[in-house]
Nanobody, 117 residues
Framework: QVQLVESGGGSVQPGGSLRLSCAAS????????WGWYRQAPGKQRELVAS???????NYADSMKGRFTISRDNAKNTLYLQMNNLKAEDTAVYYCRMTTNWGANIYWGQGTQVTVSS
């Protein structure tokens, strides 16, 4: 079975940095899309950043210049480098992987990011 496991979350002060990882395991074929999403209490889940099989990246406006998404294809691992973190970034961050041109979608369990003084 395919499984995604996020790690790297934690508590940091405003202006600090974290690097999230998402490791995929199992039978994985034709990765089309990797994405990081987040959801804060009382808010809808939103896209943070995404990267396609052709390395095309996309970021939410509030993340541009602060967050960087990348991947290691050989390790089937996705990363999110988060710099200059703000209190508004506090949320559970989820990894999503789409394979077979969208036919199969997998989600990780999430990792908590807390930004506070």
């Amino acid at each position: 079975q395919v499984q995604l496991v996020e790690s790297g979350g934690g508590s940091v002060q405003p202006g600090g940095s974290l690097r999230l990882s998402c490791a995929a395991s199992g039978s994985i074929f034709s990765i089309y899309f990797w994405g990081w999403y987040r959801q804060a209490p009382g808010k809808q889940r939103e896209l943070v950043a995404s990267i396609t099989s052709s390395e095309n990246t996309n970021y939410a406006d509030s993340m541009k210049g602060r967050f960087t998404i990348s991947r290691d294809n050989a390790k089937n691992t996705l990363y999110l480098q988060m710099n200059n973190l703000k209190a508004e970034d506090t949320a559970v961050y989820y990894c999503r992987m789409t394979t077979n041109w969208g036919a199969n979608i997998y989600w990780g369990q999430g990792t908590q990011v807390t930004v506070s003084s």
